[in-house]
């Protein structure tokens, strides 16, 4: 069922990037700014603004490094309760950065995607927001920990 749900997510991130590929271009060509463009619903009937979203979440998706099999050494698994309540989990590498956390996390929520900006911080009171993107799972003390996500807007 996991397989089958990341293949899903996979499928749909492919589907809105290419999605926004063709739009983008014939409005360039047009000589539309992309404040400019069309207030038209896409062929899958989202509006500008969910089609905007959907790029966003397909170009994190896309920055996303692989996932490691389940048990590979060097691996950890995170977990992350999303602005909705819900909560979901992967697997990554300990070398892979707190960045690439934020990408999955834009990736699976559009609510995320929504946000100017954000930060991830432990689940827990008086837990210090993982500020740097460019530091590691493991230097960031990250591996198996329960994220949250904290507006910085």
């Known amino acids: 069922q996991e397989v089958q749900r990341r293949q899903r997510e ?7 990037a290419a999605a926004a590929a063709t739009t983008r271009p014939q409005a360039a060509a047009a ?7 069309p207030q038209q619903s896409s062929a899958s009937g989202q509006t500008p603004a969910a089609a905007d979203v959907a790029s966003v ?6 920055r996303l490094p692989p996932e490691p099999a389940d048990g590979a050494a060097g691996s950890c698994r995170v977990a992350f309760r999303l602005p909705d309540g819900s909560r ?4 990554f590498n300990s070398t892979d ?7 999955y996390v834009i990736s699976v929520s559009a609510d995320a995607a929504k946000l100017s900006s954000f930060q991830l911080g432990e689940a827990r009171p008086g837990a210090q927001v993982l500020s740097d993107p460019t530091a590691t799972i493991q230097q960031a003390g990250a591996a198996g920990a329960m994220l949250v996500i904290k507006s910085s807007s």
Request: aromatic share 0%.
């Open 10 to 16: 996979e499928e749909r991130a492919k589907a809105a």
């Open 97 to 103: 950065t707190i960045a690439a956390l934020q990408d």
């Open 88 to 91: 979901v989990q992967r697997r």
């Open 31 to 37: 000589g539309l700014k992309p404040q400019q463009q």
């Open 57 to 62: 979440q397909a170009a994190a998706a896309a």
